[in-house]
Nanobody
């Protein structure tokens, strides 16, 4: 059974940084595409960053140049380094694992973590 546990959220001032972590278990982590989504109140969930099993990355335009997704297959963990945070980055951030090996994390099915709150405010 796949389990994803996020950590690292919190309250940060505008311009600050946070690093989110997502620890995965229950699968051969290195075979799966991973992603970070976020959902702000009243808005749909959106893909923020994705990393393939081969470590190719892709970002939403709104976070390019500020966020970095990475993975450590030895630790079964995916990270999201968030710099130059803005109030509009405030949301619950979710980790997602693709449903199957080599499948895209953008496909509807998949496995989700419980989410971690990120609040950017002075």
């Amino acid at each position: 059974q796949v389990q994803l546990v996020e950590s690292g959220g919190g309250l940060v001032q505008p311009g600050g940084s946070l690093r989110l972590s997502c620890a995965a278990s229950g699968s051969i982590f290195s075979l799966y595409d991973m992603g970070w989504y976020r959902q702000a109140p009243g808005k749909p969930r959106e893909l923020v960053a994705a990393i393939t099993f081969g470590s190719s990355t892709n970002y939403a335009d709104s976070v390019k140049g500020r966020f970095t997704i990475s993975r450590d297959n030895a630790k079964n963990t995916v990270y999201l380094q968030m710099n130059s945070l803005k109030p509009e980055d405030t949301a619950v951030y979710y980790c997602k694992q693709a449903f199957g090996p080599t499948m895209s994390v953008r496909e509807g099915n998949g496995y989700w973590g419980q989410g971690t709150q990120v609040t950017v405010s002075s």
